[in-house]
């Protein structure tokens, strides 16, 4: 039987060129991001799926869009996205409303409880994070903003303004990652 040695839980100075060791602290770090947005969801879940918020989440940055619109941004089946919607109708947190601009389509958007309830999920992912990022020294934080920023640009990913600044408070967008550049 031959023993699988453990990876280490620190990138040493010699392992930084190692693809495979920062490919296991990226993977190790998703794995607490993904922790923080369950439990910043875990308060709604009573009212929302995941892929839900997700939807939620669509209508949040791009504003009021048609069903196929949404289905496709979600990668998702027309007719689930269709049933996702109406639960959300439901729940008070989205709503069909006539599109101004052709009055023979219909648009789904947030209601005021649903902008509610993104804010909320958003603020709390936002203080857990934050309290993590306050646990490390300033020097580390400088390094992790540098390193994230490569990272996040180098998978397509659109960056964050501050306070949201109504771009993708919680990622989910319609932009593709690039891949191999």
């Given at each position: 039987?031959?023993?699988h040695?453990?990876?280490?839980?620190?990138?040493?100075?010699?392992?930084?060129?190692?693809?495979?060791?920062?490919?296991?602290?990226?993977?190790?770090a998703?794995?607490?991001?993904?922790?923080?947005?369950?439990?910043?969801?875990?308060?709604?879940?009573?009212?929302?799926?995941?892929?839900?918020?997700?939807?939620?989440?669509?209508?949040?940055?791009?504003?009021?869009?048609?069903?196929?619109?949404?289905?496709?941004?979600?990668?998702?089946?027309?007719?689930?996205?269709?049933?996702?919607?109406?639960?959300?109708?439901?729940?008070?947190?989205?709503?069909?409303?006539?599109?101004?601009?052709?009055?023979?389509?219909?648009?789904?958007?947030?209601?005021?409880?649903?902008?509610?309830?993104?804010?909320?999920?958003?603020?709390?992912?936002?203080?857990?994070?934050?309290?993590?990022?306050?646990?490390?020294?300033?020097?580390?934080?400088?390094?992790?903003?540098?390193?994230?920023?490569?990272?996040?640009?180098?998978?397509g990913?659109?960056?964050?303004?501050?306070?949201?600044?109504?771009?993708?408070?919680?990622?989910?967008?319609?932009?593709?990652?690039?891949?191999?550049?």
């Amino acid at each position: 039987m031959t023993e699988h040695p453990q990876p280490p839980t620190t990138i040493g100075v010699d392992d930084v060129d190692d693809v495979d060791a920062v490919t296991r602290a990226v993977l190790t770090a998703s794995r607490l991001l993904v922790a923080v947005s369950a439990r910043s969801l875990a308060a709604v879940e009573d009212r929302v799926t995941l892929p839900q918020f997700r939807l939620l989440v669509v209508l949040w940055n791009q504003g009021p869009a048609k069903l196929v619109v949404l289905a496709e941004r979600l990668g998702v089946n027309p007719s689930t996205a269709m049933r996702m919607v109406d639960r959300l109708i439901a729940a008070g947190l989205a709503d069909r409303q006539v599109n101004p601009v052709n009055r023979r389509e219909t648009v789904l958007r947030l209601t005021d409880e649903g902008r509610r309830l993104v804010d909320e999920v958003t603020a709390r992912r936002r203080g857990e994070i934050a309290g993590i990022v306050r646990v490390l020294a300033p020097e580390q934080r400088s390094s992790l903003v540098q390193a994230l920023t490569a990272f996040t640009e180098a998978g397509g990913e659109p960056a964050v303004a501050d306070e949201y600044g109504g771009l993708h408070p919680l990622g989910w967008t319609d932009v593709p990652p690039r891949r191999g550049a």
